[in-house]
């Protein structure tokens, strides 16, 4: 093994998963429903009608799933909580059976030796608040830091580090632009409004903690795709531009205290208004860390029929493509890498999700699942990270994404993301050869990432490690406090 692939001492290891996409048991012990329940109990809304109902039972699983991670040599998890869980009305009484699931959660992790990496908001906002304007509505900013307050209360003698939302980009894009995820709106006018009330809502929460004494750290997960122009001419090069602001800049600009992009007045035009200095105030509340949600580059041309930013993405002929029409692309997660630490002032970074959908059979043939694509993505990727922090990024940690197959939103369970392979017959769990290459690099702190991953699998089974069940893997000593 070559010490050259070696990450920085103390790089946290560890893999993500979100509440609404493994849980289960969405209404158990007096939990509200979410605006997901809601969507993906309406017809149409999702691929064969797939919904969260079981998805992994985690929520009644999570003991044995606690014991996996383990076996894997997971450092740290990073998972979400079902706000509605918590409220069922979305604000007022704290539903005790609710947050206990997550105490109990917090606990067997740490007893494990794995940190929990909880997110506030992966997108299950509850539907009583939506009834009340939910995202559309200011007062999201209180309800928010509210639940916020609630669970820090609760966890903060525990968990260390903490993230408020998961994606904004995706949550009004998905949301409120498009419509294919919930609440399934299509409005552009609701769009830069559900925007802003997001950033509002992260800085009131971490606003609010501040006010606490012994804070631990906070952080926004953001998705970052960096856009490329499809050729040399200045058109796709604007149009390029636009994308990033649209996708990444709308969010991570304010959060950093430098505004709004000038793009956005552009891309929304009459549905735009300029925050107030209040608004951009809140906003820019200093974090400790930023999540970075990596998965591919967007290749894109001027087209100016597509509404609102006037970009199209242009297929690169020459890549591979993953099964959600991903180009794989590592190098721009150096890129993208380099980018948060020139732009923002090399703030530490996470990368709270990394992963890829390939084909997986729905059982695991003979109690393995050989999935080499992923098993490269995974290499691939890795290694763009340590380029990034051998050119001086302050990247501390990376999160697998997704330590289960799960409930790929709107496209169901077909689009596995999993390094663990789930039956969604028998709930049967297979670590993948993914996880179990994964396991090998974790405990040899990356230095494994310069051998031929069918070398680092081969030597892993002549250690006793059997592909397709981890029980006895190497244990690496637990991650510094
Ligand atoms: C989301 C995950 C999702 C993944 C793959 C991310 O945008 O945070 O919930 O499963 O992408 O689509």
Same mark, same amino acid.
């Given at each position: ?97 609710g ?14 030796g ?26 999201i ?150 999540g ?14 597509k ?33 948060? *630490? ?8 996470? %990368?709270?999700? =990394? #992963? !890829? $959908?390939?084909?997986?059979? @729905?059982?695991a ?5 050989r ?49 663990v ?10 670590? *993948? ?5 994964y396991?090998?690099? %974790?405990?040899? =702190? #990356? !230095? $494994?990432?310069?051998?031929? @991953? ?28």
């Amino acid at each position: 093994m070559s010490d050259e692939y070696r990450f920085p001492d103390g790089f946290l290891w560890g893999a993500a998963t979100s509440a609404y996409q493994i849980e289960g048991s969405p209404l158990a012990d007096g939990a509200g429903p979410s605006i997901w329940q809601r969507f993906v109990h309406t017809p149409g809304r999702t691929v064969a009608g797939d919904t969260g109902d079981i998805a992994c039972d985690h929520y009644n699983r999570w003991r044995d799933d606690v014991g996996l991670m383990q076996s894997l040599g997971l450092q740290a998890y990073r998972f979400s909580i079902n706000w509605g869980r918590i409220f069922p009305e979305g604000t007022g009484r704290v539903n005790e059976a609710g947050i206990s699931f997550y105490d109990r959660l917090v606990d067997a992790l740490l007893a494990a030796g794995i940190e929990p990496l909880p997110t506030l908001y992966h997108w299950d906002l509850p539907a009583a608040l939506d009834d009340r304007g939910g995202w559309l509505n200011p007062d999201i900013a209180h309800w928010f830091a509210d639940y916020a307050e609630a669970m820090f209360r609760r966890l903060d003698d525990r968990v260390k580090r903490w993230a408020t939302l998961n994606e904004p980009w995706v949550i009004t894009d998905g949301g409120y632009l498009h419509g294919a995820l919930a609440p399934g709106h299509k409005n552009l006018f609701e769009t830069p409004i559900a925007s802003r009330n997001l950033l509002l809502a992260h800085g009131a929460a971490v606003q609010r903690y501040r006010a606490i004494p012994d804070a631990t750290t906070w952080a926004l997960s953001s998705i970052s795709n960096p856009k490329y122009p499809a050729t040399f001419e200045e058109r796709d090069r604007e149009a390029a531009e636009r994308s990033a602001a649209y996708m990444n800049r709308q969010y991570l600009d304010p959060v950093f205290g430098l505004g709004c992009p000038a793009a956005m007045q552009q891309i929304f035009g009459q549905a735009w208004r300029e925050w107030t200095d209040e608004e951009l105030a809140l906003a820019a509340q200093p974090i400790d860390w930023l999540g970075v949600n990596y998965y591919t580059r967007g290749l894109m041309k001027d087209a100016p029929e597509k509404w609102p930013v006037g970009a199209d993405y242009v297929a690169n002929p020459e890549a591979t493509y993953t099964e959600t029409v991903w180009e794989v692309f590592d190098q721009g997660l150096t890129e993208t890498l380099l980018w948060v *630490k020139e732009r923002y002032g090399n703030p530490p970074v996470y %990368i709270t999700e =990394n #992963g !890829s $959908a390939f084909y997986d059979p @729905p059982v695991a043939s003979r109690g393995r699942v050989r999935d080499p694509l992923r098993v490269d993505y995974l290499q691939r990727h890795l290694c763009a990270v340590l380029e990034a922090i051998r050119q001086g990024a302050d990247v501390r940690g990376y999160m697998a994404w997704s330590l289960f197959d799960n409930l790929e939103w709107s496209l169901g369970f077909a689009r596995r993301f999993g390094i663990v392979h789930v039956n969604f017959e028998t709930q049967e769990r297979t670590p *993948k050869d993914s996880a179990v290459y994964y396991s090998q690099i %974790i405990a040899s =702190n #990356g !230095s $494994a990432l310069g051998s031929e @991953p069918d070398a680092v699998l081969l030597s892993a089974q002549a250690r006793g490690v059997p592909l397709g069940s981890v029980d006895q893997p190497v244990r690496v000593a637990a991650h510094g406090s």
